[in-house]
């Protein structure tokens, strides 16, 4: 039989976003009665996320530093004509730390895995079991929504956790390899050293078409990985994904779409969003009370227009939340690639900025 529960706030969404706007409403008010509610019977999916300590807000670290992994000082960047190690920080998260954590966290019946949403509104979320969930506020982290009415290009991308039979002997993390062949748009690869003898590898490229050919990659990691001289082991964990690059089209309809009064606070599978997005958890933090109303005021967006290949393109800028969705240009490379690499992540983190103010997104992050 159906039942109504009631509660404070309900997070659609258990994903980096949903997960980490969990942590932070939870610390910020321990007496608050959250539901964090997702179709996959873990927080985050399968997922690895990485960023730069430059990306994130000093105020704002107290969120991620208990989802931290791995951390480096340093880290290298390549291109046909240039390379050059650059100074600086570099974390990742993986998604079974945040599962970790957001369970420690949130009591048990907070946490409403495996319930599939039918639908969603500004203070109820209904259950396809026919329960119904009613919130003085409801957040919707799921994603972008619906994005028939934009132009997109596509991000995509193969990643694999290698077990080594040999350590190898790259200290720092490869952030950008763009000295391998240029397949279809821009390409890279990016490789992170999780211990001696266990690497991250993967091979990203734009496309004008979403299609993925998972053994094709495969194959292009197994050429590269021969080349760089590891002898693997065994395939630890893989993950893969396509991601829209919005080129045009009517804006409005993407994340800051205002649904009933609310918006979404997070893009994390469709669209590409800076480590500053962290900034969203915090501004949901000190909020007075928890009507809908105050959590849509919480979040705004903006456009701003940006080109690939000639044509107008558009980028998402969360005025409150460093929300960002750009477009990527494949084929900017080589010596204005290599200028910006040092500031800016091509896994799932960020935008990268060139000297002529034009601009590709790398990975998502937040």
Known sequence: MASTISCDVAIVGAGLAGGMIALALKAKHPALDVRLIDA???????????FFG???????????????????????????????????????????????????VLP??????????????AT??????????????????????????????????????????VPHESPRPMVMDATIPQIDGYRFVYCLPFSADRMFVEDTYYSDTPDLDIPVLGGR?????????????????????????AMGGISRRIGGRV???????GCARECFIRPRGTRCRTRFGPLPCWRASAISRARSFTMRPTRWRGRRGSRVASTGCSTRC????????????????STASPHRSSVVSTPDARRFPTRRAF
């Open 54 to 104: 430059s990306d994130v807000a000093q105020a704002d670290r107290w969120i991620v530093a208990p989802l931290v992994v791995h951390a480096w000082r340093g880290y290298d960047v390549r291109f046909p004509a240039h390379e050059r190690t650059i100074d600086a920080t570099y974390y990742s998260i993986e998604s079974t730390r945040l599962d970790r954590e957001v369970r420690r």
């Open 108 to 121: 048990a019946h907070a946490l409403m895995l495996g319930r599939k949403v039918s639908g969603a509104s």
């Open 124 to 165: 109820a979320v209904v259950l396809a079991d026919g329960d119904r969930i009613e919130a003085t506020g409801v957040i919707d982290a799921r994603g972008a929504g619906d994005l028939s009415l934009l132009d997109l290009a596509w991000q995509k991308f193969l990643g694999r956790e290698l077990a080594l039979s």
């Open 40 to 50: 996959a019977p873990v927080v985050g999916g399968n997922h690895l996320w990485s």
């Open 326 to 341: 750009c477009s990527a240009p494949p084929n900017r490379r080589n010596a204005t690639a290599s200028s910006s690499a």
């Open 259 to 265: 649904v009933l009064g609310w918006r979404r606070p």
């Open 221 to 245: 990691i197994d050429d590269y990985v021969t080349a760089r001289g590891w002898s693997v082991e065994s395939v630890v964990r893989e993950e893969s994904g396509v991601l829209p690059v």
